[in-house]
């Protein structure tokens, strides 16, 4: 018994394999540091907007630091400075108002 894959026409014989190709799903690329540092920007500026119930376009963040996998981020409404303490996968940890 032939298999299967040589009845097709020679021009065909590779189509079986191009839409095996095709419905497999290419792996997602690894996160760069700066997706990472910019999800945590995000996070942190979400999460201040929220809690002074205002709009995020009021809000400017700032990368930091990393320490021990916790980013510090810093958001600023106005005059008023907020800290944030915000996990590799973009969740806020914590959040504070620093006295100057």
Not at 37 to 61: E, F, G, M, P
Request: net charge negative; glycine share 4%.
């Amino acid at each position: 018994m032939r298999p299967v894959l040589f009845l097709l026409p020679p021009g065909l014989r590779l189509l079986p394999l191009v839409l095996l190709t095709a419905c497999t799903q290419a792996a997602a690329p690894a996160s760069s540091d700066v997706d990472i540092r910019s999800q945590q920007q995000a996070a942190c500026t979400a999460t201040v907007a929220t809690h002074l119930n205002k709009s995020i376009v009021d809000i400017t963040a700032r990368w930091l630091s990393e320490a021990d996998g916790i980013a510090n981020v810093e958001a600023i409404d106005g005059d008023r400075r907020h800290l944030c303490n915000v996990d590799a996968t973009g969740r806020v940890v914590s959040y504070s108002h620093p006295r100057e």
